[in-house]
């Protein structure tokens, strides 16, 4: 296992797939990347994958972008899901293609799914989004019925838009047999002036999910989020913004869609480009010795 300067362990790889996407939502911060260049092919990114397990980075979350955009998405998920050492393979999607991929992302080894949901209202989720509803809650529920576990739901909880749905996606994901992370708008790829105006403090709803709780845990590894038990749903609470606590316990680096090492999401200065090198016939130790130098290079974005 390899630390960083500030003492913290590299234990998960969140692969960007593509910058594609078949939604327009303002707020994406896409993984933190501006202006893709080119797109990893399959053996580029399942080497990619096998060499950071080799380094203990046992965790995998495929990303984008719409991951499932990719034509080559089932033999990605294959690929990296037989690989030694691979402990947890994860995807986070927009939900919206996963009814027909559920079952064949399953059985190719895909174990967890997080779906990007950010309102229950069909109005508001077309016109923010572009997209439809009922394609996100037919792709919740073809995850559950395919035997992912834990389906997540990622909901982006924005001032004005759908901080009141909160209480009702709570039950939706009760009913629905998933668990509900309230997320914080990050500022990230967005304009300053919708940042101000959408950004949805979340310490009054921690305070009210800490009354409802029967039990409060911290996961350390996970930049010690707070989970909170109701009595018939689990709420995760995920608070990056300006967040000391949140970038001391940071464990993941990033693959960028077109091959760059990203040591934070927040920064694009301090990339290590693993791509250029692989095409130009690096070996495999090489590109062991760019890992840790993009591992090096990892700092907390606020330091406090």
């Known amino acids: 296992m390899i630390y960083d300067n500030y003492g913290r362990p590299t234990l998960n790889l969140r692969i960007s797939l593509t910058q594609r996407c078949n939604l327009r939502c303002p707020y994406c911060h896409r993984e933190g990347e501006t202006s893709p260049s080119t797109e ?12 950071s397990l080799s380094l203990d980075i046992s965790r995998v979350k495929l990303t984008g972008g719409e991951p499932l955009l990719r034509s080559d998405i089932l033999q990605i998920v294959k690929g990296i899901a037989e690989l030694q050492g691979l402990r947890d393979l994860s995807m986070t999607t927009n939900g919206t293609l996963l009814s027909s991929f559920a079952k064949e992302l399953r059985k190719n080894g895909l174990a967890r799914v997080n779906v990007n949901l950010l309102t229950l209202d069909r109005e508001i989720y077309r016109t923010v ?14 995850a559950v019925d395919a ?29 629905s047999g998933t668990i509900l992370q309230l ?38 590894n996970m930049q010690n989020r707070r989970v909170y038990f109701l009595p018939r749903a689990k709420v995760e609470v995920i608070r990056p913004i300006e967040n000391t606590e949140f970038c001391a316990h940071c464990t993941r680096l990033r693959v960028t869609s077109d091959g760059k090492l990203k040591p934070c999401l927040m920064r694009n200065d301090n990339l290590v480009d693993v791509l250029t090198p692989m095409r130009n016939g690096a070996d495999d130790e090489a590109l062991i010795q760019l890992f840790v130098e993009a591992i090096k290079r990892r700092e907390p974005y606020y330091k406090g």
């Open 40 to 51: 990893m092919s399959l053996e580029e990114i399942l080497r990619i994958a096998r060499i």
């Open 129 to 142: 989004t572009g997209g439809t509803l009922r394609d996100v809650i037919d792709g919740v529920r073809a």
């Open 147 to 175: 035997g992912f576990y834990p389906v997540k739901l990622n909901m982006l909880v924005l001032k004005g838009v759908n901080d009141h749905e909160i209480p009702r996606m709570i039950d939706f994901a009760e009913r």
């Open 183 to 220: 997320i914080e708008l990050e500022p990230v790829n967005v304009g300053q002036d919708y940042y101000g105006s959408h950004h949805y403090g979340l310490n009054g709803v921690e305070e009210e999910l800490k009354k409802r709780a029967w039990r409060v845990e911290t996961r350390r």
